[in-house]
C-alpha cells in the first residue's frame, strides 16, 4: 500500500467515532419549552376555532338609545358578544379592548360560512338600534377584512373589525318540521293561515277524512309548503278513536291496500305519508308491509313519527326499498309555548351533531308561537330549513 493511501486511511474516521462536547443542560429545557409552548398555542387555536352546539341564549337585550358617547361606549363593549351570538358567532372568535383614549377595538373572527356583509348590516341596525351612528365602513382588497367605526355625534366611540377566520365554521345543519293534525272538522282558518304564512319551508301532514282538505291543501300550495299524508292507524289503547278510515290490525291486506288508496285520494299532492297514532298497527309487520307496499309502488316515503319503541315500520321500509324517516323529537309534547322553544333549541343541537333533524309539532297556538319566535333565530345562525322530502332517503 503506499504511504499517500496509508497517510489517508489514517485520517479518515467514521463520523460515529467523533466525540462532541455534551449540550447544556439549559438547552434541552429550552427546546423542551419551545415544543410545549407551540402545543399549547395548536391546541387553544383549535378550541377557539372549535363551534359551540347551539343552545337557547337569552333574547337581545332592550338598551334604552345612549345619551352620549360614553355611553354608547358603554352599551357596545358589553353587548356586542350577545349580539354576534345571534349569528352563531361564539365568544372565543371575539376580543375587546378598552381604551382610554380613543375608540374601543372589538375583533371578531368570522366563521368561513357566514358572509361579511351580513355581520356588517347586522351591527349597523344595532348601533342604530342602541342611539348611536355608523360613520365609515372600508372593505379590505383582499374581501376577507372590514374596517367599521361607529359613534354618537359624529366622533367615532368604537371600531369593528371582521376578519375571516382561516378554518372556523359554525356548527349548523338542515332541519324539517312536521305539522300534524291539520284537517280537523274544527279547523282554525286563521291559525293555518298564520301557520302557512312562515317564510321558512314547513311540511304540513294532513288528515284525510276530516275538514277543510282543499281549503288546506291550497293555502299550503299558495305559500309554498310540502304537504304529506297522516294516515290514521291503530293505537294500543282501543279507548283512543283514531278516526273513520283508520288502518287495522284485524284487516285484510286488500283492505289495507284499499284504504291507503282511498286515503291518498283525499290528499292527492301528498309527497309521503306519516302515521297518525298507529302504535299499534307500526309494530305489526304485516300491517306495515301492505302500507309500505303502496308506497313503494308510488315512490313515495314513509316517517314514522315513533308513537311506539315497537315500531317495525323504519326498518322495514328500509328492507323494501321505500325512502323512510324517522323523527327526532315532538316539538310540542305539552301545550306550552316556551316548552316548545326549549324543543326547538334541542332539534337544533340534534341537527348539529348529525347534519340533520326532524322535528315534529301540532296545530296549537302555542307552537306557532314558539315557531315565530325561534326559526328566524336558528336561520341567522346559519340552519337550513327544508321541506321533510328533501331528508327521506
Known amino acids: 500500500m503506499s504511504k499517500r493511501n496509508k497517510k489517508r486511511s489514517t485520517h479518515s474516521r467514521s463520523p460515529s467515532m467523533v466525540k462532541r462536547p455534551p449540550r447544556p443542560f439549559w438547552h434541552l429545557v429550552f427546546s423542551g419549552v419551545l415544543v410545549l409552548v407551540a402545543v399549547v ?37 358589553a353587548g356586542a358578544a350577545t349580539i354576534l351570538d345571534e ?57 376577507r377584512r372590514v374596517e367599521m367605526s361607529c359613534g354618537f355625534a359624529g366622533e367615532a366611540t368604537t371600531r369593528f373589525l371582521l376578519e375571516r377566520a382561516r378554518r372556523a365554521r359554525r356548527r349548523t345543519g338542515q332541519i ?10 274544527s279547523w282554525d282558518k286563521r291559525l293555518i293561515e298564520r301557520f302557512c304564512s312562515l317564510s321558512q319551508p314547513l311540511t ?25 299524508l297522516h294516515l290514521p292507524m291503530e293505537p294500543e289503547d282501543p279507548e283512543k278513536d ?32 306519516n302515521n297518525h297514532m298507529g302504535s299499534k298497527a307500526t309494530a305489526d309487520s304485516r300491517v306495515m308491509e301492505q302500507v309500505l307496499g303502496e308506497l313503494q309502488a308510488r315512490g313515495l316515503f314513509f316517517l314514522d313519527s315513533r308513537t311506539s ?16 324517516l324517522s323523527r327526532d323529537l315532538f316539538i310540542d309534547p305539552v301545550d ?35 315557531l315565530e319566535a325561534i326559526l328566524p333565530r336558528l336561520e341567522m345562525r346559519g340552519f337550513r330549513f327544508v321541506p321533510l322530502s328533501a331528508l327521506a332517503r
Not at 176 to 185: E, N, P, S, T
Not at 256 to 265: D, G, K, S, W
Open 41 to 77: 398555542a395548536l391546541l387553544h387555536a383549535q378550541w377557539r376555532d372549535r363551534p359551540r352546539e347551539p343552545t337557547p341564549p337569552p333574547a337581545p337585550p332592550v338598551v334604552a338609545p345612549a345619551a352620549d358617547g360614553s355611553a354608547l361606549a358603554d352599551t357596545l363593549y
Open 87 to 143: 349569528l352563531g358567532i361564539w365568544p372565543d372568535l371575539i376580543t375587546r379592548t378598552r381604551r382610554e383614549s380613543g375608540p374601543d377595538l372589538i375583533r371578531v373572527q368570522v366563521p368561513v360560512d357566514l358572509p361579511l356583509a351580513v355581520v356588517n348590516l347586522h351591527l349597523t341596525r344595532y348601533v342604530e338600534r342602541v342611539g348611536g351612528q355608523m360613520l365609515r365602513a372600508v372593505e379590505g382588497a383582499s374581501g
Open 176 to 185: 324539517a318540521i312536521v305539522l300534524d293534525d291539520f284537517g280537523y272538522m
Open 204 to 228: 304540513l301532514a294532513v288528515l284525510p277524512n276530516e275538514g277543510k282538505v282543499d281549503a288546506i291543501l291550497q293555502l299550503a300550495r299558495e305559500h309554498g309548503h310540502e304537504i304529506i
Open 242 to 273: 283514531p278516526g273513520p278510515g283508520a288502518i287495522r290490525t284485524d284487516a285484510s291486506d286488500a283492505e289495507i291496500r284499499e284504504q291507503v288508496r282511498q286515503a291518498l285520494r283525499k290528499v292527492p299532492s301528498a309527497a309521503g305519508i
Open 309 to 324: 319503541a315497537e315500531s317495525v315500520a323504519f326498518g322495514l321500509a328500509k328492507g323494501m326499498g321505500v325512502p323512510t
Open 336 to 370: 306550552d309555548r316556551q316548552a316548545a322553544e326549549a324543543q326547538l333549541w334541542e332539534l337544533a343541537a340534534r341537527a348539529a351533531r348529525s347534519g340533520s333533524a326532524i322535528g315534529i309539532g301540532h296545530d296549537r297556538e302555542s307552537t306557532l308561537l314558539a
